[in-house]
C-alpha cells in the first residue's frame, strides 16, 4: 500500500469553489441532521420523565457533583435514539452514492456499516446499566472491547494498521494485521469513550465539545471530496458524512435541556456512546490510501480537548503516586471553576478551546499547512494548557492544605490524644464517610 501523501493535498488550499462543491455534496445528507435532531429534541422530556418516575437520577454530594438538586440520567439513550434513526433515514433519504475506485463515472450503492451500530448499541446498554444499576469498571471496560471487536470486524482500523506497518518496512501476514488492529481500535475505543467520560463534568460540556469535534470531522471528510485525485479517500466519504451528522443532530437536539442549567444528564450512556462515535469518526478516515495518516492526524487535533484533560489526569496522577483511575477535582473544567468562572462560562472556554483545535485540524487539510507547521502549533498550544493546568491545580492543592491546616484546633503537646478521622452521622447514626458510596468518575468529572 503506497503510504505517500498525495502532493495535491499539500499544494490545494480551498477555493471559493470548493466551498460550493462542499455545499452540494452536504445537501442530500441534510435530511439525516434534521431526523436525528427532531428526535432528540423530542424524547429528552420522554427520557427526563422516564428517569424520575424510575428513580434514575445523580443526586448532589457537594464536593463533585454540585448540582443543587437531584438531575435525571438517561439523557444518552435519547442520543441513541435519535443518532439511530439519523442513520436510517439515510437509506430513505438519498441513496449513500460514491464514485467508484476505477475511477469511471459508475456509483456504488453503500450501506451504513453494521458493525457500527451495533457497537454504538454495546456502547449504549454498558451505560445505561451503569446508570441504572451501578457495574464494576471491568463491565464497562468488556463492553468497550466488544464494541473495537466490531469495528475490526468490519476492516475498520485494519487499512490504518497496514498503513503504519508499510510505513516502518514491515510486511507482515495478514493474521498479524488483523490481531494488531484488533489490539490499536481497542486502545483507541477505550481512549475516546474514556476522555469523553471526563470531561463530562459540566452542564453541557462533553456534548458540546464533542458535537464541535463531530463538524470539524465532516468538515475534513468534505475536503477530501473536493480534490479530484482522492478518488480512494472519497470512497467512504457516505458513511463519515451520515455518521456525523446523525451525531451533530442528536447532540444538538439534546444540548438545550443539557445546558446551564441542566434538567438532563446524559450519564455514561451518552458519554461513552460519544466517545464511541468520534473515535470511529477517526478510525474511518484511516481508510483512506495513501491519505490515511494525514487525515488521521488532523482528526485526532480535532478531537484534542477530551484527549488533553485525559492526558492531563494520567500524567497528574502517576507524578503524586495516585491510581490513575482515581477520581479527583483536578480536571480542566474545575480548574476554571475555582479560577473563579460562573459554570457557563467555564464551558465555554472550554468550547473555545475546542473550535480553536478543530480549526487547526481542518486547516491542516484545507489550508496548504504541512505537518512541521500544523504539529508545532497544536504542540506549542497543548503544552501551554498541560503546563498552566498542572501548575495552577498545584497551586490549588497546596492552598486547600494551607486552608486545612488553618482551620485545625491546636492540641496541647502535655496532652497528646489520638484524633478519629473526622466524620459526621449519617441518617442511620453511622459514620458518612462508612456510608457514602464510591465516587462514579464516568458521571460528573
Known sequence: MNTTIPDQILRAPVTLADFSGMVQELGPFMGVFFVAFFVAIILTPTMKHLAIKNGIVDWPDLKRKNHAMPVAYLGGVAIFIGWVCGVFSSYVVTPEMSISPDGSDRLLLQSFPISILIGAGVITLTGLFDDVYGIRARVKIGGQLFAAAALTWDRIGIDLTETLFNLVGLSPSSTVVYFTATFLVAIFVLGACNAVNLIDGLDGLSSGVVAISMIGFLLIALLVSQNPDATVAALDNPKRIVLCLAAIGAILGFLPYNFNPASIFMGDAGSLLLGFLAVTAILLFGDAGGWSLK??????????????????????????????????????????????????????????????????????????????????????????????????????????????????????????????????????????????PPIDPASRN
Open 295 to 436: 487525515l488521521v492526524t488532523a482528526s485526532l487535533i480535532v478531537f484534542a480537548v477530551p484527549m488533553t484533560d485525559t492526558s492531563l489526569a494520567i500524567i497528574r496522577r502517576k507524578m503524586r503516586g495516585q491510581p490513575i483511575f482515581s477520581p479527583d477535582n483536578q480536571h480542566l473544567h474545575h480548574l476554571l471553576r475555582r479560577s473563579g468562572l460562573s459554570v457557563k462560562k467555564s464551558v465555554f472556554v472550554m468550547y473555545g478551546a475546542a473550535i480553536v483545535f478543530a480549526v487547526i485540524g481542518v486547516a491542516m487539510i484545507g489550508l496548504d499547512l504541512q505537518w512541521r507547521y500544523t504539529l508545532a502549533i497544536f504542540f506549542v498550544i497543548y503544552g501551554f494548557i498541560m503546563v498552566t493546568a498542572f501548575k495552577y491545580g498545584a497551586y490549588c492543592i497546596a492552598q486547600d492544605k494551607l486552608l486545612q491546616s488553618q482551620s485545625e484546633p491546636d492540641i496541647p503537646d502535655a496532652a497528646p490524644i489520638n484524633r478519629p478521622m473526622p466524620t459526621h452521622s449519617g441518617p442511620n447514626g453511622d459514620s458518612a464517610m462508612e456510608l457514602s
